[in-house]
């Protein structure tokens, strides 16, 4: 990869991650993270640093254009249980910052955009198992919603505009190396930091909620291994499926007690419980592995050890 590249959103689950990934590849002046914190998190005191607010249309296009930015990873979001309950600055928030990074690609700026989408875009009426690539969507939240909408304005810019614009429908992420940050699959974050704290915990979402799921690490290898691949391989420019491991948290509890016995685990479902009935149990992710050879490496077992080793509780603390 040549030329800088920004990640926009890079104080969240996602974006630490994928920015150290990034700079561990390409060298840790290429890539700038900016994020709407005065400051980085010390993970990422390791390279450049900006603070943008990605609703400042003229601030993000000015910093952009007069840095000779050429990538630009757009991972600032409101997610799907926090968007519920401030609708209308979800909606602006996921919007608004995607018309500004479209726009300057359109007018030659940018040489390429990752976006990322979401398993929200589906909806009840939406097959659950294996969902296809092409299916119906009717999502019922705002977080699908506005998910759905920036899909469909990728591929409208991509048709009209040339513009090279990629993205993936991520599945739940299961991180240890940042805390939840608002989504109705985090439950499955949260549960190992109380495992370790306290012993117990008290869940969301039903015991028998199957969603699908997937380890950061294969996640960020995903994100990048699209943004690598030929433009002439690719043959969707809304959002490729993106599977991984489907499970419920009493399945998800039975293999954390193999390690912690008397972890205990009760179920308090509540408002996120509506907006996961909505959601896919399975995800059918082979045009993904036909387009550009995608294949996770992650199983349920290996998560759950890989985390129960490396969650770290005083993050809970320094929050």
Request: hydrophobic letters at 35%; a negative charge; proline letters at 5%.
């Given at each position: 990869?040549?030329?800088k ?16 990934e ?86 030659g ?30 999502p ?25 614009v ?46 699908p ?44 007690q ?8 009760s ?53």
């Amino acid at each position: 990869m040549s030329g800088k590249t920004i990640v926009i959103g890079a104080c969240g689950q996602i974006g630490t991650e994928l920015v150290l990934e990034l700079r561990r590849r390409n060298g840790d002046e290429q890539i700038i993270a900016s994020d709407i914190r005065e400051t980085c998190p010390v993970t990422l005191e390791n390279g450049p640093y900006i603070k943008l607010d990605v609703l400042d249309r003229e601030s993000v296009r000015n910093y952009i254009i007069d840095n000779d930015i050429e990538q630009v990873y757009l991972l600032a979001a409101l997610l799907s249980a926090t968007a519920e309950k401030h609708p209308e600055f979800g909606w602006k928030l996921n919007m608004e910052g995607l018309f500004t990074i479209l726009d300057l690609a359109k007018e030659g700026h940018l040489k390429k955009i990752f976006w990322p989408s979401s398993i929200a875009v589906f909806g009840p009426s939406t097959p659950k198992n294996n969902t296809p690539q092409v299916t119906v969507m009717e999502p019922t939240t705002v977080y699908g919603i506005s998910k759905l909408s920036g899909e469909r304005w990728c591929e409208y810019y991509f048709k009209q505009y040339g513009v090279d614009v990629r993205s993936l429908r991520y599945p739940g992420l299961i991180s240890f190396g940042s805390l939840p940050g608002g989504g109705t699959t985090d439950y499955a974050v949260d549960i190992f930091y109380q495992a370790k704290l306290k012993g117990e915990y008290e869940c969301f979402i039903s015991e028998e909620t199957y969603l699908p799921m997937m380890y950061m690490e294969d996640a960020i290898r995903a994100t990048i291994e699209l943004m690598e691949a030929p433009a002439d391989n690719l043959t969707i420019r809304s959002s490729y499926n993106l599977g991984g491991i489907s499970f419920t948290p009493k399945e998800l509890t039975k293999i954390i007690q193999k390690t912690i016995s008397d972890f205990s685990i009760s179920y308090k479902p509540d408002f996120r419980q509506k907006i996961a009935d909505t959601w896919p149990e399975s995800i059918d992710d082979s045009v993904a592995k036909r387009d550009w050879n995608w294949k996770e490496s992650y199983r349920l077992e290996e998560l759950v050890d890989v985390m129960l080793k490396n969650v770290n509780i005083s993050l809970l603390e320094s929050e």
